[in-house]
């Protein structure tokens, strides 16, 4: 991902397996506040910088029903 693809409002996942693995959505860019949604990050809040956070974030998610899936990158 780069720094253009982050959006508020919207989810983004680490990729982990397991117990690692979480979902965090975007309160703020430009203060670098995002809230845990799933897995590990679940009911935590924080802070990055859009740099920590691509360094974190493999992909952005959309919950489909029960299950986080990756949004299909646009053609």
């Given at each position: ?17 397991g117990r690692d693995w ?42 489909n029903e029960n299950s ?7 053609d």
């Amino acid at each position: 991902m780069n720094e253009l693809d982050l959006r508020p409002d919207h989810y983004y996942s680490n990729g982990a397996w397991g117990r690692d693995w979480g979902v965090r959505r975007i309160l703020k860019i430009e203060h670098g506040l995002w809230q845990g949604v799933a897995g590990t990050c679940r009911r935590k809040r924080g802070e990055a910088t859009r740099a920590e956070f691509l360094v974190w974030t493999k992909n952005e998610v959309t919950l489909n029903e029960n299950s986080w899936q990756r949004v299909s990158a646009p053609d």
